[in-house]
């Protein structure tokens, strides 16, 4: 057993000393544990709750065993600080001062004073946008490319479904390149193509300094279907993404008319609750389509939402038109935070399982479409199946019109928006609640 624990608390330390501080964590929480059997607990409070476990051993343990855990401390201490988990450290030092370690009031009162200290230095801010199909995440985005000019921002689209719509309907402003928008469509940013948005990041920033065109920003869309925690981790598990990026904060947009149904919606076991991940996890909530909803409703999906995330900061809107700054540049993501919600965070074995009921169709075909039979054949599909579709979008070359035309129908699928601008092809996709292999709809013509 202490070969174990000494083995990983050398490893700990040398991931410390190289500024491996997500490798770091791993090493140090394992060792810990492994120690904390060698003083007679089973248990795993020696991480989860420092205080009790050093509270109620300290008077049974040996001098070689205060100062093996004042060290084990420390180092832990030393690879929050470096995550940004100021309040989390400042508890590990307090146990290693506890333990007899000299200074350690020191690194409290300094892990004390960063709590009130400003984020970033010098790094990129990354926004993580998300929300649950047809939440109107797409719109936000456009909003946020039109309204917040002379910044250069990077994109990241992520997309639920084989065919790509998001991209197409992204209107990038002039500091909005090709060069900096990613788009990842062959799985979910939190899970699948995790390596991918790393890769992603790291090209991104990269290409900024290799073009001497610096990021005032990244936006990462994510599909409606994600979960933010793995995302968020992203930015703690890579090294050069922690050195060059923070997260500025998580930014949940939900539809105001089917929050309540999303919410209370029962899973198959071991399935999370997307909706209910997304509002835990946000840092601000912008209640969109509101215009949807009398009053009455509106102050019960607050409250619901309150029952979630107690101290969430939350705005009311329609076709999403927010205040820019109420959603960028807020430096209001808390690692202390979510620690505190979820202390699994920041373990590496962080998996989301997506309720494989939930399933994607998509159309993609070369060539004009009849406006006439296509009206017709999308009255079919949202009378037939309206109920069953959380999303449609498509891109759409109609005959006889020069524009590219774009549809798209929110969740619920009552009703839909075809509107025109630009020229393109024809593509199509919907996401849909019923049996795996899709719904079985005719092929438009």
């Given at each position: 057993?202490?070969?174990?624990?000494?083995?990983?608390?050398?490893?700990?330390?040398?991931?410390?000393?190289?500024?491996r501080?997500?490798?770091g964590?791993?090493?140090?929480?394992?060792?810990m544990?492994?120690?904390?059997?060698?003083?007679?607990?089973?248990?795993?409070?020696i991480?989860?709750?420092?205080?009790?476990?050093?509270e109620?051993?300290?008077?049974?343990?040996?001098?070689?065993?205060?100062?093996?855990?004042?060290?084990?401390?420390?180092?832990r201490?030393?690879?929050?600080?470096?995550?940004?988990?100021?309040k989390?450290?400042?508890?590990?030092?307090?146990?290693?001062?506890?333990?007899?370690?000299?200074?350690?009031?020191?690194?409290?009162?300094?892990?004390?004073?960063?709590?009130?200290?400003?984020?970033?230095?010098?790094?990129?801010?990354?926004?993580?946008?998300?929300?649950?199909?047809?939440?109107?995440?797409?719109?936000?985005?456009?909003?946020?490319?039109?309204?917040?000019?002379?910044?250069?921002?990077g994109?990241?689209?992520?997309?639920?479904?084989?065919?790509?719509?998001?991209d197409s309907?992204?209107e990038?402003?002039?500091?909005?390149?090709?060069?900096?928008?990613i788009?990842?469509?062959?799985?979910?940013?939190?899970c699948t193509?995790?390596?991918?948005?790393?890769?992603?990041?790291?090209?991104?920033?990269?290409?900024?300094?290799?073009?001497d065109?610096?990021?005032?920003?990244?936006?990462?869309?994510?599909?409606?279907?994600?979960?933010?925690?793995?995302?968020?981790?992203?930015?703690?598990?890579?090294?050069?993404?922690?050195?060059?990026?923070f997260?500025?904060?998580?930014?949940t947009?939900?539809?105001?008319?089917?929050?309540?149904?999303?919410?209370?919606?029962?899973?198959?076991?071991g399935?999370?609750?997307?909706?209910?991940e997304?509002?835990?996890?946000?840092?601000?909530?912008?209640?969109?389509?509101?215009?949807?909803?009398?009053?009455?409703?509106?102050?019960?999906?607050?409250?619901?939402?309150?029952?979630?995330n107690?101290?969430?900061?939350?705005?009311?809107?329609?076709?999403?038109?927010?205040?820019?700054?109420?959603?960028?540049?807020?430096?209001?993501?808390?690692?202390?935070?979510?620690?505190?919600?979820?202390?699994?965070?920041?373990?590496?074995?962080?998996?989301?399982?997506?309720?494989?009921?939930?399933?994607?169709?998509?159309?993609?075909?070369?060539?004009?479409?009849?406006?006439?039979?296509?009206?017709?054949?999308?009255a079919?599909?949202?009378?037939?199946r309206?109920?069953?579709?959380?999303?449609?979008?498509?891109?759409?070359?109609?005959?006889g019109?020069?524009e590219?035309?774009?549809?798209?129908?929110?969740g619920?699928?009552?009703?839909?928006?075809?509107?025109?601008g630009?020229?393109?092809?024809?593509?199509?996709?919907?996401v849909g609640?019923?049996?795996?292999?899709?719904?079985?709809?005719?092929?438009p013509?």
């Open positions: 057993m202490t070969d174990i624990w000494a083995e990983g608390f050398t490893s700990a330390q040398s991931a410390l000393k190289e500024e501080f997500f490798d964590v791993q090493f140090i929480n394992s060792c544990e492994a120690y904390a059997k060698v003083v007679g607990d089973e248990s795993d409070r991480v989860k709750d420092p205080g009790a476990f050093v109620e051993h300290l008077a049974k343990l040996s001098e070689e065993q205060k100062d093996v855990l004042r060290q084990m401390y420390e180092v201490g030393d690879i929050i600080t470096g995550l940004g988990a100021n989390r450290a400042a508890v590990d030092y307090q146990c290693a001062q506890a333990l007899g370690a000299v200074g350690a009031d020191v690194k409290v009162a300094s892990a004390q004073a960063a709590m009130k200290e400003k984020k970033g230095g010098g790094k990129v801010p990354v926004t993580v946008l998300t929300g649950f199909l047809g939440s109107g995440k797409t719109t936000l985005l456009n909003r946020i490319l039109k309204e917040f000019h002379g910044k250069r921002i994109i990241i689209e992520n997309e639920f479904g084989e065919v790509g719509i998001d309907l992204i990038a402003g002039p500091l909005t390149t090709e060069e900096n928008i788009e990842m469509n062959n799985g979910c940013i939190c193509v995790r390596g991918d948005l790393i890769a992603g990041l790291k090209k991104m920033v990269k290409n900024s300094i290799k073009n065109k610096p990021l005032d920003g990244v936006i990462i869309e994510t599909t409606g279907l994600a979960d933010p925690a793995p995302v968020a981790q992203t930015f703690f598990a890579d090294d050069y993404v922690q050195q060059k990026l997260l500025d904060g998580i930014v947009l939900v539809d105001a008319k089917h929050l309540i149904m999303h919410l209370d919606e029962e899973k198959p076991e399935v999370e609750n997307e909706a209910v997304q509002v835990a996890f946000a840092d601000r909530i912008v209640l969109n389509k509101c215009d949807l909803v009398d009053e009455a409703h509106l102050e019960e999906v607050e409250k619901r939402i309150r029952m979630i107690e101290s969430v900061k939350i705005t009311r809107t329609s076709q999403s038109k927010v205040d820019m700054d109420f959603i960028l540049g807020i430096e209001a993501f808390n690692l202390d935070k979510i620690l505190e919600m979820d202390d699994a965070f920041l373990a590496d074995d962080q998996e989301h399982q997506h309720d494989d009921r939930v399933t994607s169709c998509g159309i993609h075909v070369k060539g004009e479409v009849h406006q006439q039979r296509l009206n017709e054949w999308l079919w599909l949202l009378k037939e309206g109920v069953d579709l959380f999303r449609t979008k498509g891109v759409l070359a109609v005959q019109m020069k590219k035309f774009v549809f798209q129908a929110p619920g699928g009552r009703s839909f928006f075809l509107f025109g630009g020229t393109g092809g024809f593509g199509a996709g919907w609640f019923g049996q795996v292999g899709g719904f079985g709809f005719p092929q013509t």
